[in-house]
């Protein structure tokens, strides 16, 4: 028997669960023999349990012998977890979650060490400071060489950087749940701008200025203004060229405007763009 996985019941529940939370975050999984998910879910919750190393405690109760306590508690249905902290539930996650699932549940129960060099790496960032604020992340890197977030944080500061091959190396050493995320995706997006951005913004635009239907120039100095930080610049190309050849290289413009729209989010350039580039189709 583990020291971090016990088995509860409701002669002891107050001691192992309520009491000894004031000490650690208890997680308490309600389960039962019979119940597949709960199969699934057990082992993982032990794996993690062992892993942490008494970062929590994982208390394991039989909800079919235990039934006032699955009452009290509020189970529904199985597996039901609960993270207990000073005698109270703050989380909780009903069925059987993947293992990526059930470290992210434990991340908001239990900071991450790398959590305070993120923050000192954010006001590194913010302060102009990109260098020490990598210093930052790499230091913690070495606490949690499994944290996703230092190394999407890592990611978009070697973007602004122009370091697009070490980007797309972090990005593309992240676990599957990581890359479906928003951040990364909106990275994504920044890598492929900033790649495809090959030519010199005022050499473009000269070049756009001597020919104004050179439509391959101005798509590339599109993509150089958006990789620069200027978007509404970039949108503005991209419109002409919407506007002078809808058609031209398979719909590319309206195709990068649309990423650009996803890159924005919620940014007023957005709608404004989206009517101009409406009526531009219409």
Same mark, same amino acid.
């Given at each position: ?6 088995? /509860?019941? #409701?002669?002891?529940?107050? !001691?192992? %669960?309520? +009491?000894? $939370?004031? =000490?650690? @975050? ?54 039901? /977890?609960? #993270?207990?902290?000073?005698? !109270?539930? %703050?989380? +909780?996650? $009903?069925? =059987?979650? @993947? ?184």
């Amino acid at each position: 028997m583990s020291a971090y996985s016990v088995d /509860v019941n #409701a002669s002891d529940f107050q !001691q192992q %669960v309520i +009491e000894a $939370s004031h =000490a650690a @975050p208890v997680v308490v999984d309600f389960w039962a023999p019979w119940c597949g998910p709960c199969r699934s879910l057990k082992p993982i919750l032990e794996k993690l349990a062992e892993e942490f190393q008494g970062k929590f405690i994982l208390a394991k109760v039989n909800s079919d012998e235990n039934q006032e306590l699955s009452t009290q508690f509020g189970v529904r249905g199985i597996p039901s /977890v609960k #993270a207990v902290v000073g005698g !109270q539930v %703050v989380y +909780e996650f $009903s069925g =059987a979650l @993947p293992e990526s699932e059930v470290r992210a549940f434990l991340a908001r129960l239990i900071p991450s060490p790398a959590d305070a060099l993120r923050r000192e790496a954010a006001q590194l960032r913010a302060a102009g400071d990109p260098a020490g604020a990598l210093q930052k992340l790499a230091e913690a890197s070495q606490l949690d060489m499994g944290n996703q977030a230092v190394r999407i944080d890592a990611a978009g500061i070697l973007l602004e950087l122009g370091q697009t091959d070490e980007a797309a190396r972090l990005l593309d050493s992240l676990d599957a749940d990581a890359q479906a995320g928003d951040a990364v995706q909106q990275l994504r997006i920044k890598l492929g701008f900033a790649q495809n951005a090959g030519g010199d913004v005022d050499a473009l635009r000269a070049r756009v200025a001597a020919q104004p239907d050179d439509l391959p120039a101005r798509y590339e100095l599109a993509n150089a203004l958006i990789a620069n930080h200027a978007p509404q610049a970039g949108l503005d190309e991209l419109l002409t060229i919407v506007n002078r050849d809808k058609t031209w290289n398979d719909g590319a413009a309206r195709k990068q405007m649309l990423a650009v729209f996803n890159l924005l989010g919620a940014d007023p350039l957005v709608a404004l763009y989206r009517r101009k580039l409406a009526s531009a189709l219409n």
